[in-house]
């Protein structure tokens, strides 16, 4: 069980704006800056948001990402086929030192 | 263009020992530290641990202490994951990723292309 908590599913149809949450706690989430990872099928996970709401070069700015108190967001806005993955939500721990993955969320365009 | 190019699928015995390496290229290894995460079939993302190689510094999950080694070779720009005492659960692909020194861990911006290790009998 993952100590940032995402929804398993999430979907949508073409065009819609859709937010996958995620969850976590004052040691992490609350403390340090979360990154989200887009894995599109048989690949290796990309980086997606960082900082909390930083876009790398390339990334499309239909995808933003915000971060209030112990819980952030991922939003995807004009949704397309393309956007099927999975994504997931990562942050440090203080308490853990470890570096935290949510359990991802599968996205599907309708 | 930076890139991580990791070692080919391995498969191995339970009880046994797996090393797999990720050679990065088109950057400044030593810029940067280099993590390990796993994914088991079907399942999510797990962090293992992560090296600075200007430093030769690692710290690891607390999952994976005593159980995996990170270590780095500045000379060849490559790192390596061993993970030893292998058991079944530890089937899943491994991958490198380059990982920001200037915020806290979790910022990987480039990955390899993942190493499926089978652990079977």
């Known amino acids: 069980q993952s100590v940032l908590t995402q929804p398993p599913s999430a979907s949508g149809t073409p065009g819609q704006r859709v937010t996958i949450s995620c969850s976590g706690s004052?040691?992490?989430?609350?403390?340090?800056?979360v990154n989200w990872y887009q894995q599109l099928p048989g690949t290796a996970p990309k980086l997606l948001i960082y900082?909390?709401?930083q876009r790398p070069s390339g990334v499309p700015d239909r995808f933003s990402g915000s971060k209030s108190g112990t819980s952030a967001s991922l939003a995807i806005s004009g949704l397309q086929s393309g956007d099927e993955a999975v994504y997931y939500c990562?942050?440090?721990?203080?308490?853990?030192?470890?570096?935290?993955f949510g359990g991802g969320t599968k996205l599907t365009v309708l | 263009q930076v890139q991580l190019v990791q070692s080919g699928a391995e498969v191995k015995k339970p009880g046994s020992s797996v090393k797999v390496s990720c050679k990065a290229s088109?950057?400044?290894?030593?810029?940067?530290?280099i993590s390990w995460v796993r994914q088991a079939p079907g399942q999510g993302l797990e962090w293992m641990g992560r090296?600075?190689?200007?430093?030769?510094?690692?710290n690891y999950a607390q999952k994976f202490q005593g159980r995996v080694t990170i270590t780095a070779d500045k000379s060849t720009s490559t790192a390596y994951m061993e993970l030893s005492s292998l058991r079944s659960e530890d089937t899943a692909v491994y991958y490198c990723?380059?990982?920001?020194?200037?915020?806290?861990?979790?910022?990987?911006?480039?990955w390899g292309q993942g190493t499926l290790v089978t652990v079977s009998s």
């Open positions: 990723a380059r990982d920001s020194l200037t915020v806290a861990p979790g910022h990987f911006d480039y």
């Open positions: 088109g950057g400044t290894f030593s810029s940067y530290a």
């Open positions: 090296i600075i190689p200007i430093l030769g510094v690692a």
């Open positions: 004052s040691s992490n989430i609350g403390t340090n800056t």
């Open positions: 900082t909390n709401n």
């Open positions: 990562a942050a440090w721990d203080d308490s853990l030192n470890d570096v935290l």
